[in-house]
């Protein structure tokens, strides 16, 4: 398909994804709290995005949809650290982010290009502790909001 | 004279769904035990609220400029509310906000500093 | 207009809203806490304008609806900042 469909396709999937999240975050809320079916977790998801644009529209995208945040992320390590409303398993939301990222990809991109993503963890240290640079993901990684978009 | 009363009934039905979109986030703020489950209920108003609200309140006024303006709107609203949320649960995370109890999985917890400094 | 008093009644539903958010604002044991529910509140007072616009029937409505979702995450922005203590 050319690339304008793609995009227009990739707006359609997302826009069901997005009624679907509504749906389950506010029938979760509206649940008596002893029935509640929210699991939360923080996760960390090794990301495929290699340029700014790219970083800012995943996480913008993860952020908008209800019940997936994300808090921070470590652009040199290539992870996203997710917090998930719903999340049975580690593995379940890196699945659904993944599949939101390689789509999100394959529509922006003219060509697919690298997708590949760094299978190893970082280690992570507390923030004050006199780390070397890399490692800690909070004090290294740029603000989650993008530059492109800071006023 | 039908079709107008139907557009007009349709806007109502927008602006309804948007406000309860924002009355059961206002419980959410209650109900929801930490900082980034309470971002993510606010999240549905940010989103879905505001927009089928701007959405019922342009069926029930309709005109060229007002869908220009509109879509604009809704499109504005739903790029910075992401960037307004991704930047409160960041500053939640640098002020140290903990999870909650129930949270099961939490890769953050070794990137903290001691917990009880705000 | 056969919708006089449904945008009344829209109008009160929103206010309970804003009142239980505004609580959430006083309550709120940390500053984020805070900020969250100020976030809500400002959303809530999008749909006021929106609605006290179709009941007076004013001409500028949708460009105070642009500006205000144009601008709204200033807000939210600045009480991050504040929160974080300025780092970013």
């Known amino acids: 398909m050319s690339w304008p469909f793609r995009i227009i396709g990739f707006l359609a999937w997302y826009a069901k994804e997005f009624l679907l999240a509504n749906l389950s975050v506010t029938a979760d809320v509206l649940r008596p709290r002893r029935r509640m079916k929210m699991r939360p977790a923080i996760v960390a998801v090794p990301a495929a995005s290699r340029t700014d644009s790219e970083w800012t529209l995943i996480s913008s995208l993860i952020t908008l949809t209800p019940g997936t945040l994300t808090i921070t992320i470590s652009r040199e390590h290539g992870i996203l650290y997710v917090h998930g409303m719903f999340v049975d398993s580690r593995e379940q939301l890196v699945a659904e982010i993944q599949e939101m990222e390689d789509r999100l990809l394959h529509a922006m991109r003219r060509e697919p290009g690298d997708l590949s993503r760094p299978t190893e963890r970082p280690v992570v240290r507390p923030l004050d502790e006199a780390a070397p640079p890399s490692g800690t993901p909070g004090a290294s990684a740029h603000p989650p909001t993008g530059s492109g978009e800071n006023p | 004279m039908e079709l107008i009363d139907i557009i007009e009934a349709l806007g109502l039905v927008f602006i309804f769904l948007g406000i309860g979109t924002i009355v059961v986030s206002a419980i959410g703020l209650f109900k929801l035990p930490d900082l980034y489950l309470r971002a993510s209920a606010v999240g549905t108003s940010a989103g879905l609220g505001v927009a089928s609200i701007v959405l019922g309140a342009l069926l029930m006024d309709f005109s060229g400029l007002n869908l220009l303006k509109a879509v604009i709107a809704i499109i504005a609203q739903l790029l910075t509310s992401a960037v307004g949320s991704m930047a409160i649960a960041r500053a939640g995370y640098l002020n140290n906000a903990l999870p909650a109890e129930i949270t099961h999985i939490d890769e953050l917890r070794l990137t903290r500093r001691s917990p009880d400094r705000s | ?88």
């Open chain 3, 1 to 88: 207009m056969i919708s006089e008093w449904t945008l009344e009644v829209a109008l009160f539903l929103l206010a309970i809203g804003m009142i239980i958010a505004s609580v959430r604002g006083f309550l709120g044991p940390r500053t984020m806490d805070r900020a969250v529910a100020a976030d809500l509140i400002f959303f809530a007072t999008i749909g006021f304008v929106a609605l006290i616009g179709l009941r007076t029937g004013i001409d500028a409505l949708f460009d105070i609806i642009l500006i205000a979702t144009l601008l709204g995450f200033m807000a939210a922005l600045s009480m991050a900042r504040l929160g974080s203590g300025g780092r970013r």
